[in-house]
Each structure stands twice: as structure tokens, then as C-alpha cells.
């Protein structure tokens, strides 16, 4: 229960925070691509993968940006010398982000994929 109450606060900031990004006069960032999906979309296409090829992809799809959006804020952190971040392997990564995306369906995968990084960094600061 301590998990999901965390992982609810930390999306919740991290919405209110996206959100005023995305409310200035310009934008400093834009989601594109699989990443503005939401989280009902990848459980739902990931359920229906096995039965249905164009889910398959669509989940194959969605599941691809989430790691190339962290290795994209992993390269990020080493341009700007910041402590180096191990990103979770596949499995692992898969298994958060079902949970998460379980926890809060109507986020969108990029706020998951910004939650999790920001998990994986705050251990590197702590090594």
C-alpha cells in the first residue's frame, strides 16, 4: 500500500510539474510519438498482444519509446556530468511499468518513463 500511495504522490507531482511546462506561453518540450499514449493504452494493447498483431506492435511500440526516453535522459545526465544512471534491463523495466501504468491509467507513458528515471537516480546519487 506504501508503493502505490508513493508512486501516486510522485506522479501527481510530476503532472502538476509537466503541467506548467506545457501551460507557459511556449512550451519548453513536446511529447511525440508513443510516449503521449496513456497508460490504459499500453495495459490494453499489451493485453491484447498475443491475439492480435497491429496490438502487438502498438505495445511493442509504446514499450520501445519508454526505453529510448531513458536512455535519451541517461545520455542527457552524462553530457551534463551528472552522476551516471544504471537504467533498469528489459524485464525489469517491463514489469514497473505495468505496475505503474496499473497504479495510474491515465497517465501518460512519458510521465511514467520521467517517474522511473527519476527512481534510478535518485539510487546513483545515493552510491
Known amino acids: 500500500m506504501k508503493i502505490c500511495t508513493r508512486l501516486k504522490l510522485q506522479i501527481g507531482v510530476l503532472t502538476l510539474s509537466l503541467a506548467q511546462l506545457t ?7 513536446f511529447i511525440l510519438g508513443a510516449g503521449a499514449r496513456t497508460c490504459a493504452e499500453f495495459l490494453d494493447a499489451t493485453a491484447k498482444a498475443r491475439k492480435n498483431d497491429l496490438a ?12 529510448g526516453a531513458l ?10 556530468e551528472k552522476p551516471n544512471v544504471s537504467l533498469p ?3 525489469e523495466l517491463r514489469s514497473r511499468v505495468n505496475d505503474m501504468c496499473e497504479a495510474s491509467p ?3 507513458l512519458s ?3 520521467l517517474a ?3 527512481d534510478e537516480q535518485k ?3 545515493k552510491k
Do not use: K, Y
Open 111 to 113: 510521465v511514467i518513463a
Open 89 to 91: 534491463d528489459h524485464v
Open 123 to 125: 539510487l546513483a546519487r
Open 106 to 108: 491515465h497517465e501518460q
Open 71 to 80: 536512455t535519451g535522459m541517461a545520455l542527457q545526465n552524462a553530457v551534463n
Open 116 to 118: 522511473i528515471f527519476m
Open 56 to 67: 502487438s506492435h502498438n505495445a511493442h511500440a509504446m514499450f520501445s519509446w519508454v526505453q
Open 23 to 29: 501551460q507557459a506561453d511556449e512550451p519548453r518540450f
